[in-house]
């Protein structure tokens, strides 16, 4: 009973932000405020729903009915919001007014201080946006540069993103500073940040700290730079983007890895295409001990020629891999222009063995064991 009557008085007593004693009760807030933008939005779902089925109905053709759903869908957003004003100030009556002020003014009442700096909620606020400005200067700069300067300088692929990544988190740095002082902030309160993460490394942020830097010398030397093709914990894969904690790397399977950049300097990164994006694939396969193994390697080498991935230098060489329990198994090592076709050209080139092979009349073996029954002779 004492728990109902304590669940009783939360819901019926007046709301009280500190100094702030609010006309209403949480009763109120869910009757008054709560409900009707429920009963909004079911509302607002529904009349969509209900749009789109008389759209279909009257077969309106599909470019103007989707700007008639379009525009409908902004009506209806601008009236569910005006509801929702109009309710919280049906709530607040008459008073509003003075409620808003008193709320601001609590938003901007700081709740830290150190020196010159105070940080209240509005300050915190103001952050969201000069991150976002900090981060867009940062990449439009990278974009400028990389067009106007650095595509006209003789630099590879590497120095050009090398310079092109740290000028972006330059630029980000010096905005954002800049940015924090405009909205209030100290930069001399900053040592106290630094202080905190100090003690921060030893209760957990040492991975994170790791990550950073780890982050900062990939960016720095170009060992691993966006759009290489690596092998990293298994893992074969496009760097998509170098952040500054972490990379993402999409796999063959079209699924995004994020790894941790610490980890692509604490293990072997096999970058396919750190300074060249050519390589060698190599196709095996087996044939009968019964094969003529200088026609095998002719009709492999003319093959492969046909492919559309292979480049024409060096020229496709096929040799003799190993004598096995089965078969005798070949090889051909053969260049193609690009890392990104390896399993293209690796099918393309099976299939097409496999339909040389059967046509020549060459077999390809499968694993088998012949067993010989040894009898012993009968003794008189």
Same mark, same amino acid.
């Given at each position: 009973m004492?728990?109902l009557?304590?669940?009783?008085?939360?819901f019926?007593t007046?709301?009280?932000l500190?100094?702030?004693n609010?006309?209403?009760? =949480?009763?109120?807030v869910?009757?008054k405020v709560?409900?009707?933008?429920? *009963?909004v939005?079911?509302?607002?779902?529904? *009349?969509?729903?209900a749009?789109?089925?008389?759209?279909?109905?009257?077969?309106?053709?599909?470019n103007?009915?989707?700007s008639?759903?379009?525009?409908?869908r902004?009506?209806?957003r601008v009236?569910g919001?005006?509801?929702g004003?109009?309710?919280?100030?049906?709530?607040? &009556?008459t008073?509003?007014?003075?409620?808003?002020?008193?709320f601001?003014k609590l938003?901007?009442?700081?709740? $830290?201080?150190?020196g010159?700096?105070?940080?209240?909620?509005?300050?915190?606020?103001m952050?969201i946006p000069?991150?976002?400005?900090?981060?867009w200067?940062?990449?439009?700069? /990278?974009?400028?540069l990389?067009?106007?300067v650095?595509?006209?300088?003789?630099?590879?692929?590497?120095?050009?993103f090398?310079?092109?990544?740290?000028t972006?988190?330059?630029v980000?740095?010096?905005i $954002?500073l800049?940015?924090?002082? !405009?909205?209030?902030?100290?930069?001399s309160?900053?040592s106290? *940040?630094?202080?905190v993460l100090?003690?921060?490394? &030893?209760?957990? =942020?040492?991975?994170?700290v790791?990550?950073?830097?780890? &982050?900062l010398i990939?960016?720095?030397?170009?060992? !691993?730079?966006?759009?290489?093709?690596?092998?990293v914990?298994?893992?074969? &894969?496009?760097?998509?983007?170098?952040?500054m904690l972490?990379?993402?790397v999409?796999?063959l399977?079209?699924?995004?890895?994020?790894?941790p950049?610490s980890?692509l300097?604490e293990?072997t990164?096999h970058n396919?295409s $750190?300074?060249d994006?050519?390589?060698? !694939?190599?196709?095996?396969?087996a044939?009968?001990?019964?094969?003529?193994?200088?026609?095998?390697?002719?009709?492999?080498?003319?093959t492969?020629?046909?492919?559309?991935?292979l480049?024409?230098?060096?020229a496709p060489v096929?040799?003799v891999?190993?004598?096995?329990?089965?078969?005798?198994?070949?090889?051909?090592l053969?260049?193609?222009?690009?890392?990104?076709?390896k399993h293209?050209? =690796?099918?393309?080139?099976?299939l097409? =063995?496999?339909?040389?092979?059967?046509?020549?009349g060459?077999?390809?073996p $499968?694993?088998q064991?012949?067993?010989?029954i040894?009898?012993?002779? /009968?003794?008189?």
């Amino acid at each position: 009973m004492d728990f109902l009557k304590i669940l009783r008085d939360l819901f019926i007593t007046d709301i009280s932000l500190g100094n702030l004693n609010l006309p209403f009760s =949480l009763l109120d807030v869910v009757l008054k405020v709560i409900l009707p933008l429920i *009963l909004v939005i079911i509302a607002y779902k529904l *009349l969509l729903m209900a749009l789109r089925q008389l759209l279909k109905v009257f077969k309106v053709k599909e470019n103007i009915s989707g700007s008639i759903f379009r525009w409908s869908r902004l009506v209806l957003r601008v009236t569910g919001f005006l509801a929702g004003i109009a309710f919280i100030g049906a709530l607040l &009556g008459t008073e509003i007014a003075n409620y808003m002020g008193k709320f601001i003014k609590l938003l901007n009442d700081p709740f $830290f201080e150190t020196g010159n700096t105070k940080i209240s909620f509005v300050t915190l606020l103001m952050l969201i946006p000069v991150f976002m400005a900090a981060s867009w200067a940062g990449k439009y700069t /990278k974009v400028v540069l990389k067009k106007s300067v650095l595509d006209n300088l003789k630099l590879d692929e590497v120095r050009k993103f090398s310079v092109g990544n740290i000028t972006r988190y330059i630029v980000m740095t010096i905005i $954002f500073l800049f940015g924090l002082t !405009v909205i209030g902030i100290d930069l001399s309160a900053l040592s106290v *940040l630094f202080g905190v993460l100090g003690i921060g490394l &030893g209760f957990g =942020l040492q991975r994170t700290v790791a990550n950073f830097f780890a &982050g900062l010398i990939l960016i720095s030397t170009g060992y !691993v730079k966006e759009k290489d093709h690596i092998l990293v914990n298994g893992y074969e &894969g496009s760097v998509v983007h170098i952040k500054m904690l972490s990379t993402i790397v999409s796999t063959l399977t079209h699924e995004n890895l994020i790894i941790p950049n610490s980890q692509l300097m604490e293990n072997t990164v096999h970058n396919y295409s $750190f300074d060249d994006r050519r390589i060698v !694939v190599v196709n095996k396969i087996a044939v009968s001990y019964h094969s003529d193994l200088d026609r095998v390697i002719e009709i492999m080498e003319e093959t492969v020629q046909s492919s559309p991935y292979l480049l024409r230098k060096p020229a496709p060489v096929a040799r003799v891999e190993s004598f096995d329990d089965s078969g005798i198994t070949m090889k051909i090592l053969s260049w193609i222009d690009d890392i990104t076709h390896k399993h293209e050209f =690796l099918a393309w080139v099976n299939l097409e =063995l496999w339909r040389a092979f059967k046509k020549e009349g060459i077999e390809i073996p $499968f694993p088998q064991m012949d067993l010989h029954i040894k009898r012993e002779a /009968k003794l008189d």
